[in-house]
């Protein structure tokens, strides 16, 4: 079997991975959040148009599917990490703890990595996720991780070290949960199927145009609790 390394597809993939490899190295070398925030933009819509342009091309191929999985675990598994972990470093305490436990504490958010590779893992092999997803994606992970990086190192967000790490910990959670997230990929433009779809959009839209600085969270924290309420509503009704 002919394996074609540099097709269009690949090489925007190669994107995602360059862009989050970068902004992973800014974090923790130069502490640089903001430039890490629209690094992590950059990969997540390279990541959207890889898919886009393997079906347009009709380039689709394993190792495509290999190679993103590959770039998305550094884009959307170790640079969300390590921008907690610089924030956990930047960030005060509520309680004084003890050297071992704080130095402990400043690894924690490496369990993003960790839950990141099961859950790319599982959705590589799980074939009920082409409609819908089964706990939060990867990139929308990163995406609020790089988010409360870029709004603390402006000031504008203050996490202290305990809440990094409860955060870090229920991300993690929540990328390998039962919970089913929809999916923004359309079937047509309709209303009738779409609903949910449209709605939400309209709402982010509505979130940016209010304040385009917190947006990204917002919408993020949107789109986690939509899915868990639909999820909920629809499990309850399944049971009567």
Not at 53 to 74: C, F, I, K, T, Y
Not at 121 to 128: E, K, Q, V
Not at 167 to 183: A, E, G, I
């Amino acid at each position: 079997m002919k394996i074609r390394l540099f097709t269009i597809p690949n090489l925007l993939t190669l994107g995602n991975l360059l862009c989050g490899s970068a902004a992973a190295v800014l974090t923790l070398a130069y502490g640089n959040m903001t430039a890490a925030f629209w690094l992590i933009i950059a990969a997540v819509v390279c990541d959207f148009l890889d898919g886009f342009a393997a079906r347009l091309l009709g380039q689709s191929s394993p190792m495509g599917v290999e190679l993103d999985s590959l770039a998305d675990m550094v884009t959307s598994g170790f640079a969300p990490a390590a921008i907690m972990m610089v924030m956990y470093a930047d960030a005060g305490t509520w309680f004084d703890w003890s050297p071992a436990a704080m130095n402990i504490g400043y690894f924690l958010p490496l369990s993003i990595v960790a839950f990141s590779a099961l859950r790319l893992a599982r959705f590589n092999i799980d074939d009920t996720q082409h409609t819908e997803f089964r706990g939060l994606p990867t990139p929308a992970n990163a995406l609020l991780c790089a988010s409360l990086g870029m709004l603390s190192s402006a000031g504008l967000v203050a996490m202290p070290r305990e809440a990094i790490v409860v955060f870090s910990l229920v991300m993690s959670y929540l990328l390998v949960c039962p919970v089913r997230m929809f999916s923004l990929k359309f079937s047509g433009f309709g209303w009738k199927g779409n609903e949910l779809r449209y709605v939400f959009i309209a709402l982010s839209l509505c979130m940016i145009i209010v304040d385009y600085k917190y947006s990204i969270a917002a919408i993020i924290v949107l789109y986690i609790a939509i899915s868990v309420v639909r999820w909920l509503v629809t499990r309850n009704k399944s049971v009567d």
